[in-house]
């Protein structure tokens, strides 16, 4: 994926059924790549909050938004501003390893021990979307065996 | 409050939409639904032959009458059989109200009989569809279906109502006013770049107004002519704008695009301001797009955001309703524009015109469907005549050569190109003008596609006016493979026929085949003179090409002329 064309947007709908196909498959009919996407329900409203990473030039985006407005479910779409944008690695890695340095990289990530077990631990990391991939990058040293991350969820300043 | 159940919910609402007619066919999960069309007295239930020409003939009821075409329909096979017609209408925004039946909401995920996900498959041929969940919600849904098909960019809307929904019972209200919170589409234009449209078609030297299906959709067609009077403006029209200009009048360039006159295709060329009015730059029209109107500053005026700049970028964007922005930009070039400016221009495009006029190599030998046409018009005679085609050669000699007068009385399918949209869609504009001829202009390739709604035609007395332009080929593919394939015909030649006849004959109908010129008049007095199903079986140049053409991917201006 090309940096220069990563592109935030951030969607309020209508919580019913079905409006997340629907926008998945305006992604997916018209050849538009969603690099990610996540959503939840706004506390105390009738709304959900999607959170959507996408790449494209700008003529791509700006379809991309025109045709995200045209569905009926969909009450606003944010596209530009100042996003404050997290995303969450998850990274299972076995007890059996040499975990020399491990408390000092957590440290640089923001990170902490989530759980562990008699066989593994399991460590959590909240930052930036190219942090948590150099995040990851530096996990690979304690040979992890699951990596799960979040996807980017999003705020507007 | 009225208890009432689902099935009488749905009579009720269409009755306060002032539905007249719905198209139909049934089946076991409609069952409900259609027992109360048998007990109501509000609107008349045609049954068709077959779901797909249940919607086509919705569709041609709506394009005709301007009102929301109504279709109810069964689940699974029922439902899936509709999807052509409603992606056909969906393409070219026709409203629609499309109900179907579904297994019961206890049965639905566990692939019961005739289940198919039906919103998830009409999700992305649909301008809003709905699954209804319970009774409590119908009422509501009902009523934002029909406003959603007939509000902003018109299209067709999809209710899926499980048939346990279509016995219970709830309370009904049926809402006055719409208030949906995330749809309010914008009917005026912004002022400020309506005004600075005005400024700019003042300013320009050679500008071309561009018009497509959206001023036929938006009933605009009194204020363009008015915005053409005054400017003197030379016009181009896609498909789906014909009849919005009278053919005749002489600011009217005609047909734009792969299969449009070299003058309305050179104007686009060389023009300085394009005014796109409900048009979507449909690779149809644009040919190669980094050629299109390269000189020239865009004015897109469309209702739907999302059609500006998603082919061509437009410097001066307007959101809004054609006939609201016109009549809001008229009284501003009344007073800015001065027609004397564009004289050059016109002259230059009127050239253009005389050098390569749409034209043909007549014969009385072999008829040329061209002719045909032109003839047709003459004999019919009425400018409220409704012409309907299906899709290929015909519909694009016809979009050529007939010379319409008004608007909404040309139905094609421009967008999606559906074989077979013909017939019943004739059917359903025959519902929306009994008294008005209505000829079904067609190709012996997509005849064939929904030849059984003769039956449908036949049982209710509505005489359609079939006119067969039979090369004995799939013509328009046909000559696609003359030109760029080496004349492999491919699967192309369909030398072996019905005979038409026969075939019209057994659904009560007359037939004629017509080899001459004689014979062809004489049959299509006959047709309209004796008011019954009709069709003409008129045999014509075999290798006859449609003409002029632009290759697909060129530029507009590299023409085939002949």
């Known amino acids: ?157 | 409050m009225k208890k009432l159940n689902g099935s009488q919910m749905i009579m009720e609402a269409l009755n306060k939409e002032g539905v007249k007619v719905v198209f139909g066919y049934p089946g076991g999960a409609a069952l409900n639904i259609f027992d109360e069309t048998y007990k109501q007295r509000y609107f008349n239930v045609v049954l068709a032959r077959h779901e797909q020409a249940v919607v086509h003939a919705a569709d041609g009821y709506a394009r005709v009458s301007g009102e929301v075409g109504v279709a109810i329909v069964t689940s699974g096979p029922g439902f899936t059989n509709t999807i052509t017609g409603i992606a056909t209408a969906f393409m070219d925004s026709i409203p629609l109200v499309v109900i179907s039946g579904q297994v019961a909401n206890s049965l639905i995920g566990t692939d019961a009989f005739q289940e198919v996900d039906a919103v998830g498959i009409s999700r992305p041929c649909v301008k809003h569809n709905y699954l209804v969940k319970n009774i409590e919600e119908l009422p509501r849904i009902l009523k934002e279906a029909f406003y959603i098909a007939k509000s902003g960019r018109p299209g067709p809307v999809h209710i899926d109502i499980p048939k346990d929904i279509t016995a219970a019972v709830g309370d009904f209200s049926y809402p006055d006013k719409i208030n949906m919170k995330t749809y309010k589409p914008m009917y005026k234009g912004n002022p400020g770049q309506i005004k600075k449209a005005s400024k700019l078609i003042a300013e320009a030297k050679k500008p071309i107004l561009y018009i497509g299906g959206g001023v036929i959709n938006s009933n605009a067609s009194k204020e363009i002519r008015e915005f053409v009077k005054i400017t003197q403006i030379p016009t181009v029209q896609t498909l789906m704008a014909l009849g919005t200009l009278r053919s005749d009048d002489e600011f009217n360039l005609g047909l734009i695009g792969m299969h449009g006159k070299y003058a309305a295709n050179m104007a686009m060329s060389e023009t300085d301001l394009v005014i796109c009015a409900g048009a979507r730059f449909d690779d149809r029209v644009t040919g190669k797009t980094s050629e299109f109107a390269k000189f020239a500053n865009i004015i897109h005026i469309d209702i739907d955001p999302s059609s500006i700049s998603k082919i061509i970028k437009a410097n001066y964007p307007i959101v809004g309703n054609i006939k609201d922005v016109f009549e809001e930009l008229n009284p501003k070039v009344k007073e800015a524009v001065d027609p004397k400016n564009y004289e050059e221009w016109r002259k230059t495009l009127k050239r253009y015109d005389e050098i390569h006029p749409l034209k043909y190599q007549d014969s009385d030998e072999v008829l040329k469907p061209q002719w045909v046409i032109e003839e047709s018009a003459k004999i019919v005679n009425d400018e409220e005549a409704i012409i309907v085609t299906d899709v290929g050669q015909h519909q694009m000699w016809v979009a050529q050569y007939y010379p319409f007068k008004n608007p909404r009385t040309f139905l094609t399918s421009g967008g999606l190109g559906t074989m077979g949209y013909g017939l019943p869609a004739a059917m359903g504009a025959k519902f929306a003008a009994k008294d008005r001829p209505v000829i079904n202009f067609n190709g012996d390739g997509g005849v064939l596609m929904n030849i059984q709604e003769l039956q449908t035609i036949a049982e209710n007395g509505i005489p359609v006016i079939n006119i067969i332009l039979n090369n004995k080929f799939l013509g328009m593919v046909r000559q696609w493979q003359s030109m760029f394939y080496e004349e492999r015909f491919a699967s192309t030649d369909l030398t072996k026929q019905p005979d038409f006849i026969k075939l019209v004959e057994s659904f009560g109908g007359k037939g004629y085949v017509v080899n001459t010129k004689d014979e062809f008049k004489k049959a299509l007095k006959e047709a309209v003179e004796s008011k019954i199903l009709t069709f003409i079986d008129v045999r014509i140049d075999r290798f006859e090409n449609v003409i002029p053409m632009v290759p697909a991917g060129a530029a507009l201006y590299n023409m085939i002329l002949k």
Do not use: W
């Open chain 1, 1 to 157: 994926m090309n940096d220069k064309n990563r592109r935030l947007i951030s969607v309020i709908v209508l919580n019913e059924h079905g409006v997340l196909s629907r926008i998945s498959g305006l992604f997916s009919g018209r050849g538009y790549n969603i690099d990610s996407l996540t959503v939840a329900p706004i506390p105390d409203t009738e709304f959900s909050r999607v959170s959507i990473v996408t790449s494209g030039d700008a003529r791509v985006f700006e379809q991309i938004t025109k045709q995200l407005h045209k569905l009926l479910p969909i009450y606003k779409v944010i596209e530009e501003g100042d996003f404050v944008e997290k995303e969450l690695a998850l990274v299972k890695i076995p007890l059996s390893v040499n975990l020399a340095g491990l408390d000092s990289v957590l440290k640089s990530y923001n990170g902490s021990v989530a759980n562990s077990n008699s066989e593994n631990l399991i460590i959590i990391a909240c930052d930036d979307s190219t942090r948590i991939t150099s995040f990851i990058k530096t996990m690979s040293k304690y040979s992890p065996v699951d990596i799960v991350r979040s996807g980017s969820v999003m705020l507007e300043m």
